[in-house]
């Protein structure tokens, strides 16, 4: 299930620890995030040295940032962490200042001295990372049952019933998926292999949320699981029977978002909207939906309407369209997929519309996936005057599942069997640039199914990100990669979703979703003719504290995964 099967498819701060202690190494009392940026900027004097200065080097040999040792510290009382702030970390990521004394981690007073305490599992010497904050050294990491109770320095030993040495590797919050489909019980070990530990449909579940819950249990699934409300589905299944190019009237309009708000009570953590794959929605449609998700502080996930550069209707027409939509209502609105749907070919000019919006007040956000073809099935709205919209021939087109590219003579039988068919038709370039962009986070959009006619990017997405564009290319640097694929997505959805506010973190009392990557080696190695291949150098991933991958393979009894959902007690 990549971009859409058809027109109609199938479809910050971790938890309060009361009066938090913060371990500084000499010289240095740095009480919150806000003050480091400000050091980081003015303390030339001082010739602190930031985690972005060491990355540089260390993104190409995989070797931590730098030792943290205990040396000498005072302890400072900060008070209670303060809420998240929904700034994405991507956004001016501060470096830690430190001296040759250490600079240690936010830790619990109660743990500040470790003797004597056991926990249920320790992570030991590994880079640890914790892009919520910054935080990047070598360091000791505890986990009590689902929790994240303790981070030492490396020298500071910790007493556990199960001990994981992550000496060389990568320590790093678990990966979220903000842009899948429904856990389906094969697909998703794929994408706990390749280091995610929650799954969320944020294009659209194509079922009425208390139904889709109901057949999606706490303990069912190996990672945590969500969605969002599918426009698409309810106009032509729940009560309307819209034909994807029909507009829907105003009462329509408004028994559609009537039913978006019960979706939404009844658990969903977004709403989606598709204008590509339902022409027939209006601009007034999706303005009384995006009403909706501001007054419910939800995000609205679009498809966006253009995904060529032909006019009438463009990709910066339907950019044009969104930002004003978040400006006109104070929405958040997420652009899925903006490389092949509203970005492509033109990626420089949409990232700056986003940004001149932003800078106008607009609260939007987007996301990539690191690859340069689109997949969808051959008889969608998508592939109509595919050669003339795109600029592509035969020769660029492959059958998910199979090695060869099409010719005239094989695409017609492939379009009579509507075939998911990956089509090359994204510049290099704008991927690149899309990923060096602060409000661009990483979605796969895709999850594998069991007939494997199937894109790679539902398997090997988040290595690939790793390997090719960290280590391979330096398009960017580790912590911005594992920023885009954790804090950010967990802060576009937690102001709905409180569980959220506990994932994509590695501060003490955050969830235990935890991956533990070795930088030098993690890669994908799904392709499009073989997307059912796992990943490698993703060593360990826990989720929820409870190990679901360790060296020697997937364990399949590991199910610690659990719904996300609405809550409106929470905005």
């Known amino acids: 299930m990549n971009e859409k099967e058809s027109t109609n498819k199938r479809k910050s701060t971790p938890q309060k620890v009361g009066r938090r202690q913060i371990l500084f190494g000499s010289g240095f009392a740095f009480l919150n ?164 530990t929650t799954n969320l449909g944020m294009h659209g579940i194509n079922r009425r949320a208390e139904r889709w819950f109901a057949q999606h249990a706490d303990g069912d699934h190996p990672l945590h699981f969500g969605g969002a409300y599918d426009n698409a589905f309810i106009r032509k299944y729940e009560g309307y029977d819209l034909d994807p190019y029909e507009s829907a009237k105003s009462n329509e309009i408004a028994g559609l978002v009537e039913r978006a708000r019960d979706n939404l009570y009844n658990g969903y953590i977004g709403l989606h909207m598709e204008p590509e794959y339902t022409p027939g929605v209006s601009y007034d449609e999706m303005n009384a939906h995006a009403v909706l998700a501001h007054e419910l502080k939800v995000p609205l996930c679009v498809h966006a309407r253009y995904s060529d550069n032909q006019p009438p209707g463009t990709n910066l027409e339907a950019v044009d369209e969104l930002t004003r939509i978040a400006l006109d209502t104070g929405a958040h609105v997420h652009i899925e997929h903006i490389n092949s749907t509203g970005g492509t070919g033109v990626m420089a000019e949409a990232l700056q519309k986003i940004s001149h919006a932003i800078s106008q007040g607009a609260s939007i956000t987007a996301c990539v996936y690191p690859y340069t073809f689109w997949a969808t099935t051959l008889k969608s709205a998508r592939f109509t005057d595919w050669q003339s919209k795109y600029g592509i021939t035969y020769n660029d087109l492959q059958v998910a599942g199979t090695p060869q590219r099409l010719t005239k003579e094989t695409f017609d039988k492939a379009y009579q069997a509507n075939k998911l068919t990956a089509a090359f038709a994204i510049p290099q370039a704008d991927v690149d640039l899309a990923l060096q962009t602060d409000f661009v986070m990483i979605g796969s959009d895709a999850i594998l199914e069991t007939d494997h006619n199937n894109h790679p990017r539902s398997t090997g997405c988040f290595s690939r990100v790793l390997s090719e564009y960290v280590r391979a290319r330096n398009i960017i640097d580790l912590p911005t990669a594992l920023s885009k694929m954790t804090i950010q997505p967990a802060r576009l959805l937690e102001k709905g979703c409180p569980d959220l506010r506990y994932k994509g973190r590695l501060g003490i009392g955050a969830d235990a979703d935890i991956v533990v990557f070795d930088a030098k080696t993690v890669s994908d190695r799904s392709t499009i003719a073989n997307p059912a291949q796992e990943s490698v150098g993703v060593n360990w991933v826990l989720v929820e504290g409870q190990v679901a991958k360790n060296p020697q393979g997937l364990d399949y009894g590991a199910k610690a995964g659990r719904a996300l959902r609405y809550d409106a007690s929470s905005i």
């Open 33 to 196: 995030v806000a003050i480091l940026r400000k050091l980081t900027r003015e303390s030339d004097d001082q010739q602190s040295v930031t985690t972005s200065d060491i990355d540089s080097a260390a993104e190409l040999t995989g070797e931590p940032a730098t030792n943290l040792t205990s040396g000498s510290t005072t302890i400072v009382e900060s008070g209670d962490s303060p809420e998240p702030t929904g700034s994405p970390a991507g956004d001016e990521m501060p470096g830690i200042p430190f001296t040759d004394a250490g600079f240690a981690p936010v830790v619990d007073a109660e743990f500040a001295a470790t003797t004597g305490q056991r926990f249920d599992i320790a992570i030991s010497g590994g880079r640890v990372i914790d892009p919520d904050s910054g935080f990047d050294f070598v360091a000791n990491l505890a986990i009590n049952g689902t929790k994240v109770t303790a981070i030492v320095p490396k020298d500071v030993p910790l007493d556990a019933t199960t001990t994981i040495d992550a000496t060389g590797l990568v320590v790093s919050p678990g990966f979220i998926d903000i842009l899948s489909y429904d856990p389906n019980g094969y697909g998703e070990w794929y994408k706990i292999a390749d280091g995610v």
